[in-house]
């Protein structure tokens, strides 16, 4: 693993991210699934709708699934590219698990900002993707929510790829840092704003080109009819996914030599 190949990664993730928002466009907000108590179901075993199924369907993932008869993807959240929203109610996988290659520090394990995303997504983001509105379509919108989430997490998760791999390319610059327990110059050593301002634009480019209506006769018609708005994009790199990812690096690097 190296800087290149953890880049590759992260622009790869972009696409993931865009095609899973502009999925989830297609509801409106729904805002009985995420509501809390249901609105009146009794004995409903969970916070709302939303929190029921994402846990049920980490639960799953955990587990064990089928493929053409076949079992596969045991275990998913051994996978350290992977953190769970709800960590506490993973069962064990019924399958052997997969023999991950041990790349990040042990510590890394223990990091898991899932509760911000949670939070951010349903609060900030969903009501800049989603048209208000009630279709009563709650299990297609939940699976929806989870894509998105799911993508989310990667990437901003994907920090502790980020910060292993700057940390081996200079251990001695980061290792004073760390020993010092300097979270702000960690910090600044993890932002560079030229980068993170290409980032921005090129994530807004690609909702620009992955929304687009195409329109074989009206060209016109084919830029004023996106999916989703591509500024929201950007403001989603800009304000929460590069901030939190850093904050998952400088957390891993504060723990690296433990």
Not at 1 to 27: G, H, N, P, W, Y
Not at 200 to 219: N, P, T, Y
Request: aromatic share 10%; hydrophobic share 40%.
């Amino acid at each position: 693993m190296d800087l290149e190949s953890v880049r590759d990664s992260l622009i790869r993730q972009e696409d993931t991210i865009i095609f899973s928002l502009i999925e989830r466009a297609k509801f409106p907000i729904n805002s009985w699934a995420i509501a809390p108590s249901q609105n009146g179901v009794d004995g409903f075993p969970a916070p709302s709708f939303l929190h029921f199924f994402v846990r049920e369907a980490e639960a799953l993932h955990a587990k064990i699934g089928k493929l053409g008869g076949r079992l596969f993807q045991a275990g998913r959240y051994e996978n350290p590219e992977e953190n769970p929203f709800f960590p506490d109610d993973l069962p064990t996988s019924m399958v052997p698990s997969h023999d991950y290659k041990q790349v990040l520090h042990p510590a890394g394990s223990s990091i898991n900002v899932n509760k911000s995303i949670w939070d951010i997504y349903f609060n900030k983001l969903l009501p800049l993707v989603a048209e208000e509105g009630d279709d009563c379509n709650y299990g297609l919108t939940a699976a929806s929510d989870l894509a998105c989430l799911q993508a989310i997490s990667k990437r901003i998760h994907y920090g502790k790829f980020v910060a292993e791999v700057k940390f081996k390319d200079a251990p001695d610059e980061y290792g004073s840092a760390i020993r010092n327990k300097d979270s702000e110059g960690l910090m600044k050593m993890l932002t560079f704003e030229a980068v993170e301002e290409m980032v921005k634009k090129r994530v807004e480019k690609k909702a620009m080109i992955f929304g687009q209506e195409v329109s074989l006769k009206d060209s016109n018609k084919t830029k004023e009819n996106r999916k989703i708005d591509p500024s929201v994009v950007s403001r989603l790199y800009e304000e929460w996914v590069m901030p939190l990812t850093k904050q998952v690096e400088v957390e891993y690097l504060l723990r690296r030599l433990d």
